[in-house]
């Protein structure tokens, strides 16, 4: 059965309440301040040696949770494939909602920041240095300004969870299934080829097809790198579910690109990190089929960049 194919991977989500320290402005999507924020704190936490650029010069044969969890494409295994993105990082920070028409996020004096972190597969048993990393992040502050949060409550699941776990409490919520909304909660980042993704242009468009490829791709890596790889059998049951995205066509399409920009410490430049935002409806009788698949999607996000917390999407009725 599909669903078991799922068993394998565990995951582990926190929430982290922060409290502003001082009146502050953030960007719209936080999510790429509170992910440079953590990778600049998890080195500081982690690092034994200090060293700057540790990607190309640590020679420390010390298993490190900062190389492991931040640079995972560095040394973790990417030389089996082509490129290096094609190695996922094993966590994804979950940034507040984003409003696209909203350009900044104040905070006064005392009031509340929540984010929450999803550590995947063997990465759930480095809770104590993410832990240690946000209180971290809080003294360091965010912002070029530094300005500093305290940290005032820190959520867990008590234990790690299986994606199959999960994805069977979602399966409760859906009866007679021949119509389903998906709805992309943050910016979704589908690459066609170097610089172009899917709905940057006409010529690009979602497809069903293309949306269950990548939600297999994703979690046929994440299994593989920081899970269990899947089986032959596991393999072909994926891939007799791609022979029927024939039989599921699209309706009621919402869909727009969202434009927005990130600074890249290490290129030293704005960079574009925009993506589809919306909904899209498919219909279609074999939609049960795919459905464990798309409420892992709810999980694990899709795309690139889900560690900034782009990529996450909601199935609906």
Same mark, same amino acid.
């Given at each position: 059965?599909?669903?078991?194919?799922?068993?394998?991977?565990?995951?582990?989500?926190?929430?982290?309440?922060?409290?502003?320290?001082?009146?502050?402005?953030?960007?719209?999507?936080?999510?790429?301040?509170?992910?440079?924020?953590?990778?600049?704190?998890?080195?500081?936490?982690?690092?034994?040696?200090?060293?700057?650029?540790?990607?190309?010069?640590?020679?420390?044969?010390?298993?490190?949770?900062?190389?492991?969890?931040?640079?995972?494409?560095?040394?973790?295994?990417?030389?089996?494939?082509?490129?290096?993105?094609?190695?996922?990082?094993?966590?994804? %920070?979950?940034?507040? !909602? &984003?409003?696209?028409?909203?350009?900044? $996020?104040?905070?006064?004096?005392? +009031?509340?920041? #929540? @984010?929450?972190?999803?550590?995947?597969?063997?990465?759930?048993?480095?809770?104590?240095?993410?832990?240690?990393?946000?209180?971290?992040?809080?003294?360091?502050?965010?912002?070029?300004?530094?300005?500093?949060?305290?940290?005032?409550?820190?959520?867990?699941?008590?234990?790690?969870?299986?994606?199959?776990?999960?994805?069977?409490?979602?399966?409760?919520?859906?009866?007679?299934?021949?119509?389903?909304?998906?709805?992309?909660?943050?910016?979704?980042?589908?690459?066609?080829?170097?610089?172009?993704?899917?709905?940057?242009?006409?010529?690009?468009?979602?497809?069903?097809?293309?949306?269950?490829?990548?939600? %297999?791709?994703?979690? !046929? &890596?994440?299994?593989?790198?920081?899970? $269990?790889?899947?089986?032959?059998? +596991?393999?072909? #049951? @994926?891939?007799?579910?791609?022979?029927?995205?024939?039989?599921?066509?699209?309706?009621?399409?919402?869909?727009?690109?969202?434009?927005?920009?990130?600074?890249?410490?290490?290129?030293?430049?704005?960079?574009?990190?925009?993506?589809?935002?919306?909904?899209?409806?498919?219909?279609?009788?074999?939609?049960?089929?795919?459905?464990?698949?798309?409420?892992?999607?709810?999980?694990?996000?899709?795309?690139?960049?889900?560690?900034?917390?782009?990529?996450?999407?909601?199935?609906?009725?």
């Amino acid at each position: 059965m599909l669903l078991d194919s799922f068993a394998s991977l565990e995951l582990l989500s926190i929430e982290f309440e922060l409290l502003a320290c001082q009146q502050v402005s953030l960007p719209s999507f936080l999510g790429t301040s509170l992910r440079g924020a953590f990778g600049e704190s998890l080195k500081q936490v982690t690092c034994v040696k200090g060293i700057i650029n540790c990607t190309n010069y640590c020679t420390s044969e010390v298993f490190c949770p900062y190389d492991y969890l931040f640079e995972t494409a560095s040394r973790s295994g990417a030389k089996h494939l082509q490129k290096q993105e094609d190695t996922p990082n094993p966590y994804m %920070i979950v940034p507040p !909602s &984003l409003n696209p028409s909203e350009k900044l $996020k104040r905070f006064a004096e005392g +009031e509340k920041l #929540s @984010f929450g972190i999803k550590l995947i597969g063997k990465a759930c048993d480095y809770l104590p240095y993410v832990i240690e990393t946000v209180k971290e992040l809080c003294q360091k502050g965010l912002t070029v300004k530094r300005i500093p949060f305290q940290l005032s409550e820190i959520k867990q699941t008590s234990k790690p969870e299986s994606l199959k776990s999960l994805i069977e409490k979602r399966l409760a919520d859906f009866n007679n299934l021949t119509q389903l909304k998906v709805e992309f909660l943050t910016p979704l980042r589908l690459r066609t080829s170097r610089d172009i993704y899917v709905g940057m242009n006409a010529e690009t468009k979602l497809t069903f097809d293309l949306l269950v490829k990548n939600l %297999i791709r994703r979690f !046929s &890596l994440l299994s593989r790198f920081h899970g $269990k790889e899947l089986s032959l059998r +596991e393999i072909e #049951s @994926f891939n007799g579910l791609l022979s029927l995205t024939s039989s599921i066509s699209s309706t009621n399409e919402n869909i727009y690109w969202f434009d927005t920009e990130r600074y890249s410490n290490r290129q030293r430049a704005r960079l574009r990190f925009g993506g589809l935002m919306g909904h899209i409806s498919f219909i279609g009788k074999a939609l049960e089929e795919f459905l464990p698949l798309l409420l892992a999607g709810e999980y694990l996000s899709i795309g690139a960049s889900t560690t900034f917390g782009l990529g996450r999407l909601q199935i609906l009725e």
